[in-house]
């Protein structure tokens, strides 16, 4: 059975940064893509972006071009994602999901953290 932990949020300023952790067990991350979703009560959930499984591909939506950045550890199974130049309207509850597919519908995505809360002041 695979599980999914998503850590790193918290309370931010509005221009700083944090970096979201997202490690798996009990599957080999290499066999998946990584997708970053993040769901807030005003714009419901937002796919953020997706790192394929060796980490050569990433996509990211308009709305975080340039300010976040994803990566990934195979070796530790564990993925990331930098969030730099944060906004106010950043904050929301950050998942990170797996999938076989190259896909940006969340509903491809089959296992899912419990999220992590970022919030990010004015």
């Known amino acids: 059975q695979v599980h999914v932990v998503e850590s790193g949020g918290g309370v931010v300023q509005a221009g700083g940064s944090l970096r979201l952790s997202c490690v798996v067990s009990g599957r080999a991350l290499s066999g998946y893509f990584v997708g970053w979703v993040r769901q807030d009560q005003e714009e419901g959930q937002i796919f953020l972006g997706l790192?394929?499984?060796?980490?050569?591909?990433?996509v990211y939506s308009d709305s975080v071009k340039g300010r976040f950045e994803l990566s990934r550890d195979n070796a530790l199974n564990t993925a990331y994602l930098q969030m730099n130049s944060l906004k106010p309207e950043d904050t929301a509850v950050y998942y990170c999901a797996l999938s076989t597919v190259f896909s940006r519908n969340p509903a491809r995505y089959s296992e899912w953290g419990q999220g992590t809360q970022v919030t990010v002041s004015s």
């Open positions: 790192i394929s499984p060796g980490g050569k591909q990433n």
